[in-house]
Structure formats: C-alpha cells, structure tokens
C-alpha cells in the first residue's frame, strides 16, 4: 500500500504565544480530530489521517533559543511522516533577533503514542510558510 501525502507547501501559517512560550506550525484550512501528545510536543491529526500541526510548549527550553527569536520567525517548515505508528516530525525555521538570524536546521522529534486505539495510517506532510 503506498503512503498517503499532503503537500502543503504555501499553505502553512505558524503562531508563537510569547507569554505561555507555545510555538505552533499547521497547514491552513485543516482541523484536526485527535492529538497525539508527547513530552513537550503535540501532533495534530486531521481526519483523513494527516499531521497537519504541530505544537511545541516550552519552545524557547526546547530551541535552547531566546523567545524574541521565537517571536520573530522569518522562514519556516515542517515535514511529518507517520510509519507504522511512529509519528516523525522534523522542523526547519529560521528567527531573526536584531537583523541577525538563527537557523535551527532539521530539529527531529519522534513521537510514540497508542491514541486511544485510533489507528495511524501511514502518510507524509510537507508544510512551508505561506
């Protein structure tokens, strides 16, 4: 069976709330069923069984990156890919703090979560700035 994909590219939009340091990717116009959670990290499903966001808490611990860079993110994307219940995300985005930026380059998280029984089909998302 071959794996299902999502192209989102053009599609994403991000959001950083600064004073609870939440950062979220997601592809717009998607809404999303279930959520699987994962230390600092929360997948967001939609109904055909795609990763259409995700939601980092205590972002600036995680980056190791001050929350103005946070705030100010200049180019980003995200790619998820679920296999055989293993949920992969691998993030790439740049902030700019005083017209300087700081690259974070293929920061990977692996999330293992059972869902409830909901069951992962096998897919991939591509997600960029719009």
């Known amino acids: 069976m071959e794996e299902k994909h999502l192209d989102g590219t053009g599609k994403g939009e991000f959001l950083y709330d600064f004073s609870n340091d939440i950062l979220l990717f997601k592809v717009k116009d998607r ?15 939609d109904v055909e069984g795609f990763v259409t966001g995700v939601r980092i ?10 929350k103005y860079t946070l705030k100010n ?4 994307g995200f790619k998820a890919i ?3 219940g293993m949920i992969t995300i ?11 930026e700081v690259p ?5 998280q692996q999330l293992t979560t059972s869902l409830n029984g909901y ?3 096998d897919s991939s998302v591509e997600c960029a700035i719009a």
């Open 119 to 121: 069951n992962l089909t």
């Open 104 to 108: 974070i380059e293929n920061f990977t």
């Open 73 to 76: 993110i200049v180019n980003w």
């Open 31 to 45: 809404a999303y069923t279930i959520s699987a959670e994962f230390q600092n990290f929360v997948a967001d499903i």
């Open 82 to 84: 679920i296999e055989k």
């Open 57 to 66: 808490f205590d972002a600036s611990k995680v980056f190791g990156i001050d």
């Open 90 to 100: 691998r993030l790439t985005f740049v902030g700019k703090v005083r017209n300087k």
